[in-house]
């Protein structure tokens, strides 16, 4: 299995033999298992055309020479049941960013996060903000805050983390595309092998 220091060289001089194992690999934490079993022709065809409709540019980037997790990366944004990458300036009083934002983060969680009646309250067009949500049968709240911000706050991922914790899953941010709008859940020895095979490295929410 090729380690982040071979993954550099492989992503530029021979992306076809980097976009195969490293599906590969991410298909053994269930990344792309549509195409489980499939020809190498249909998977390099498949995951390329996932990547090209979400990236809309090179691919593999060529940061991917420099940034071998940025790569790794752009190459799972294909998987949108997996991951998640928005704009993170999109909140504005009314617009119930939050709601959508925890829907989205709940449909790539591997069942681990399942919120109902999700509300935003704003105390003024400013701020700050409560999302009130329901899950596991309980009321609870998160918070935006009064900043005159439109940035979505990642900060509330540790609180669901800490809802989440009995799952085995967490919540991951990963800061190499410039801010930190890329999330996946994983369990604690998946980002352990992420870290080891791939040379990741996650943000602490």
Known sequence: MPRSDDLRHLAIDDPRSWLLGSVRFFQTLDFYAEYCGQTEDVLVDGVTNAVDRVWGAEFPPEEAGDDPQLADMVLLLGDESRVWWRDLERVIAGGDAYVSTLHEWAAI?????????????????????????????????????????????????????????????????????????????????????????????????
């Not at 329901?134 to 940035?151: E, I, K, M």
């Not at 990642?154 to 609180?159: K, N, S, V």
Request: hydrophobic share 40%; net charge negative; with cysteine.
């Open 109 to 205: 969680s591997c069942g681990a996060f399942a919120p109902e009646d999700i509300v935003e309250q704003w105390h003024s067009q400013d701020g700050p903000a409560e999302i009130l949500f329901t899950f596991r049968g309980q009321r609870h709240r998160v918070h935006h805050p009064n900043l005159r911000d439109d940035y979505l706050s990642m900060q509330i991922l540790r609180d669901i983390n800490r809802l989440i914790a009995e799952s085995g899953y967490q919540f991951a941010v990963c800061d190499n595309l410039g801010l930190p709008n890329w999330v996946v859940v994983l369990k604690r020895e998946e980002m352990t092998l992420l870290r080891s095979e791939r040379g990741w490295s996650f943000l602490s929410y």
